[in-house]
């Protein structure tokens, strides 16, 4: 019994947690895009650099935010795995936890590393725009492809994993299954996109943001929000007693 209600609260908490780290990485990410940079605008490395230079705080403070809201989605999707537990749909939800962690790892290498590195760059710009502006745009080679393969693993793979897996159990209702496999889809498509066309006004304006932001949000939130009001209906299987 008591084993059964500590259950109950790690499933709450997972799936809060999933929901408040869904909601911190897209207002935070969104903060960024408005306040600080254009995402439709072709913006030369210069300026911006004085765009992070003039809100080098806000930079930092919210590219840790989405840091931290990324993490806490990893804790909602892989509590959401963990409710198929002792069901046939098991390996599935075990290789979408594989794609989770594979994805955030790989998301918070990169939001980590450019709310750190830019701002440094922002230092010396006056002295060397040059030399900032190839060392910025090597920088941000080397992150975009990260970026887009953790885009690829924990808004497209992850998602349809999850999503098959829901199909497979009746613990979920079979629109939140179908949202994950056709959006996760959609952010495959997305990802492959991007690699082959880089930064378009489709890709990046238009694609990533349903398909790598706001689907796979409704997604977890959907998938989540259950499982924080009802805990209980996770099929975990109660220990055998000794």
Request: aromatic share 10%; charged share 10%; net charge neutral.
């Amino acid at each position: 019994m008591r084993w059964e209600t500590e259950r109950r609260k790690a499933v709450r908490i997972g799936a809060g947690a999933g929901i408040a780290g869904v909601a911190l990485a897209v207002l935070s990410a969104l903060a960024v895009l408005v306040l600080i940079q254009d995402p439709f605008g072709d913006v030369a490395p210069a300026a911006y650099l004085k765009g992070i230079a003039g809100a080098r705080g806000l930079w930092v403070l919210l590219h840790f935010a989405v840091t931290i809201g990324t993490a806490l989605r990893l804790a909602g999707l892989l509590t959401v795995g963990e409710t198929f537990q002792g069901t046939a749909a098991r390996p599935l939800a075990v290789i979408g936890n594989g794609f989770s962690v594979a994805g955030v790892a790989l998301l918070i290498v990169t939001y980590s590393r450019d709310g750190y590195v830019h701002p440094f760059l922002t230092q010396s710009l006056t002295d060397t725009p040059g030399v900032q502006d190839a060392i910025f745009a090597a920088s941000s080679r080397a992150g975009y492809s990260t970026e887009i393969t953790g885009l690829l693993l924990i808004a497209g793979l992850a998602p349809i994993a999850y999503g098959l897996a829901m199909l497979v159990s009746p613990l979920y209702s079979r629109w939140i299954a179908w949202l994950g496999i056709t959006g996760g889809a959609g952010a495959v498509v997305t990802a492959a996109y991007l690699y082959s066309t880089g930064l378009t006004d489709l890709g990046y304006g238009v694609l990533y943001p349903l398909f790598g932001m706001l689907v796979p949000a409704v997604w977890l939130i959907a998938a989540a929000l259950p499982l924080w009001r009802t805990p209980d209906r996770a099929a975990v299987a109660t220990p055998a007693e000794v």
